[in-house]
């Protein structure tokens, strides 16, 4: 049974920093494609981050040279660096890994694309 669980948000001023963990476990990550979401209220899940087995990471516009993604195979974790956080970036979030990533020009991952998620981990970003 894959159980993802993510922690790590909470709530900070406009340009600080976050870091959100997604511990998983029946699953091992390094096979797969990981993913970041997020979902603001009233808005539609969209993807920030993803990173494939071999470790190539990436990301739309909105949060590129802000937030990076890595993960610790020997930890089965999966991370999110977050900097300078903006207003906009407060939301729900959620990790989800996929068999493969697919690479757009967007760079954003695709919720359709993933097929196990966590419950999310809210962040929110006061001005």
């Known amino acids: 049974q894959v159980q993802l669980v993510e922690s790590g948000g909470g709530s900070v001023q406009a340009g600080g920093s976050l870091r959100l963990s997604c511990a998983a476990s029946?699953?091992?990550?390094?096979?797969?494609?990981l993913g970041w979401f997020r979902q603001a209220p009233g808005k539609e899940r969209e993807g920030v981050a993803q990173?494939?087995?071999?470790?190539?990471?990436r990301y739309p516009d909105s949060v590129k040279g802000r937030f990076t993604i890595s993960k610790d195979n020997t930890k089965n974790t999966l991370y999110l660096q977050m900097n300078s956080l903006k207003p906009e970036d407060t939301a729900k979030y959620y990790c989800?890994?996929?068999?493969?990533?697919?690479?757009?020009?967007?760079?954003?991952?695709?919720?359709?694309?993933?097929?196990?998620w966590g419950q999310g981990t809210q962040v929110t970003v006061s001005s």
């Open positions: 989800a890994v996929a068999n493969g990533c697919v690479f757009d020009r967007t760079g954003a991952p695709s919720v359709a694309n993933f097929n196990y």
């Open positions: 029946g699953i091992t990550i390094s096979k797969y494609c």
């Open positions: 990173i494939n087995s071999a470790g190539v990471s």
